[in-house]
């Protein structure tokens, strides 16, 4: 079945840490995108990439690196310096062309600080 | 600045019955698109419905249906003979004219269904 791989679905960070959250799609689309969610809130842009070897920022970006070395992969690292980083993360695709193409979810990683 | 409103932070309703939450926006974009997800208690979003700006007909999907009000600036989901897995967050999205990969995400709504 296609679809959108989020792993781990939980992740731990220690003080000083980065950690890189996984996002592998198996639907051959060319966008990617990252999303981060508060308790209770929407979806807010972290980054997203439009094609390999290319990405944006959102509109969180500071904190967070992202690449795009395989149109299947778009890993998501979040770094030491984004200060308060526990929230829950989702990685989603879109097929490229018209517009009325919806965004496809992964299940989602809950990261927490330690 | 281009905005969705989703004015009811939660809602009860009792099963079987229709549900309709609502969705403002704010553009002064010449065309654009409308998504809803659900999002359950597991986390993940699950596209539901589209609607065009241009389109001639409001969109419908199953039980689900949108009720666009393109002067008032509304594209309310309705969601007919309701059932208990319907509980869940839903959240309203508009994507740009300018933009054929962003969306604008609402707060969400909480919908909980009662037996």
């Known amino acids: 079945d296609g679809g959108i791989t989020q792993s781990p679905k939980y992740l731990f960070r220690k003080e000083g840490q980065n950690v890189t959250l996984s996002c592998e799609q198996n639907?051959?689309?060319?966008?990617m995108y990252w999303y981060r969610q508060d308790p209770g809130q929407g979806l807010r842009l972290i980054y997203y990439?439009?094609?390999?070897?290319?990405?944006q920022k959102g509109d969180i970006a500071e904190g967070y690196s992202v690449s795009r070395e395989k149109k299947e992969s778009f890993p998501l690292t979040v770094t030491s310096a984004q200060k308060n980083p526990t929230a829950f993360y989702l990685c989603?695709?879109?097929?490229?062309?018209?517009?009325?193409?919806?965004?496809?979810f992964g299940d989602g990683t809950r990261l927490s600080i330690l | 600045a281009q905005k969705i409103t989703q004015t009811q932070p939660g809602m009860f309703v009792q099963e079987k019955e229709a549900v309709t939450l609502d969705c403002t926006y704010d553009?002064?974009?010449?065309?654009?698109?409308l998504f809803w997800y659900k999002q359950p208690s597991s986390g993940e979003m699950i596209f539901l419905i589209y609607?065009?700006?241009?389109d001639q007909q409001n969109a419908t999907e199953g039980r689900y249906s949108l009720n666009f009000q393109k002067a008032r600036k509304s594209a309310n989901l309705v969601i007919s003979a309701s059932q208990l897995g319907d509980s869940a967050m839903y959240f309203c999205?508009?994507?740009?004219?300018?933009?054929?990969?962003?969306?604008?995400w609402g707060a969400g709504t909480k919908l909980i269904i009662k037996p």
């Open positions: 553009t002064s974009d010449p065309s654009y698109g």
């Open positions: 609607q065009g700006s241009y």
């Open positions: 999205a508009m994507r740009p004219w300018d933009s054929n990969y962003q969306l604008i």
């Open positions: 990439s439009q094609i390999v070897n290319d990405f």
């Open positions: 989603a695709s879109r097929e490229d062309g018209r517009k009325n193409q919806p965004q496809h």
């Open positions: 639907l051959n689309h060319d966008a």
